[in-house]
C-alpha cells in the first residue's frame, strides 16, 4: 500500500488541477463513471469536477473556508477481477470473520509514527474498508494524512487512493469525515451500458 501511496503522490505533482466548484444550496449534484467493468454513482454535496480518461477522478475544495485549504482528489480504480491480494495492496485490508479489517502485516501498518488506522466504509448494498497513513518525510508543514479503500462489488472492486485527506499539522481540518461521507453514497448501478470511459455531471 505505501508504494502505490507514494506512486499517487507522484502522479498529484504532475497533474494540472481545474479549480473546483463550491458547494451550492441548489441541491446536490451526482456524478457516475463506467469503465473497466465498475458502474457506478456518486452524490456530490462539494460540486466538485470529474476527469479521467482510462479511469476516474473527482475533484472538490471541501473546505475552502479552513485557514490551510487544499484540493481533495479521489483517484479511482476498478478491480476486475479482485482477489485478496489486490484489497491488500491497494487498500491495506482483507476479510475476516468479522468482516473488513486492517491486514497486520508489517509491510501494511509500517512504522508507529504513521499511525496506520482502519475505517469501516457501509454503502447501499456493500460493505467496504479504507485505511488512513501518515506521512513521516519532508517538510514537516507539508506532511499530509492519506486515505485508500476499496469496495467490492460482485467480482471486482471499485478502489482508490487520496493523497491528502489532512495536513499532520493541522488535524482539525482534515476532510476525513466528508470523504467517507462521499464514499459511503457510492450506488453499483448493475443495468449493461454501451462505450468505454463514462463521466457524467
Known amino acids: 500500500m505505501k508504494a502505490h501511496i507514494v506512486m499517487l503522490a507522484l502522479l498529484a505533482c504532475k497533474a494540472t488541477l481545474a479549480c473546483a466548484k463550491q458547494p451550492s444550496t441548489k441541491g446536490i449534484q451526482g456524478h457516475e463513471w463506467n469503465f473497466d467493468g465498475c458502474h457506478f454513482k456518486m452524490a456530490d454535496p462539494f460540486r466538485g469536477r470529474t476527469s479521467g480518461p482510462g479511469g476516474a477522478a473527482y475533484f472538490a ?3 475552502p473556508k479552513a485557514r490551510h485549504p487544499f484540493e481533495t482528489w479521489i483517484q479511482f480504480s476498478c478491480q476486475n477481477p479482485v482477489t485478496p491480494e489486490i484489497y491488500v495492496d491497494r487498500a491495506g485490508i482483507r476479510m475476516t470473520d468479522k468482516g473488513w479489517a486492517l491486514d497486520p502485516s508489517p509491510d501494511n501498518i509500517g512504522l508507529k509514527e504513521q499511525h496506520t488506522t482502519f475505517y469501516a466504509l457501509h454503502g447501499k448494498g456493500w460493505d467496504g474498508g479504507g485505511v488512513t497513513q501518515d506521512d513521516i518525510n519532508g517538510d514537516e508543514k507539508r506532511r499530509t494524512r492519506a486515505f485508500s479503500f476499496c469496495i ?18 493541522w488535524l482539525k481540518e482534515t476532510t476525513l469525515p466528508q470523504v467517507i461521507k462521499l464514499l459511503e453514497s457510492i450506488e453499483f448501478v448493475d443495468t449493461p451500458a454501451s462505450g468505454g470511459t463514462a463521466a457524467k455531471p
Open 61 to 63: 475544495q471541501i473546505s
Open 152 to 169: 467490492p462489488h460482485k467480482q471486482l472492486a471499485l478502489c482508490g487512493s487520496i493523497q491528502n485527506v489532512a495536513y499532520l499539522m
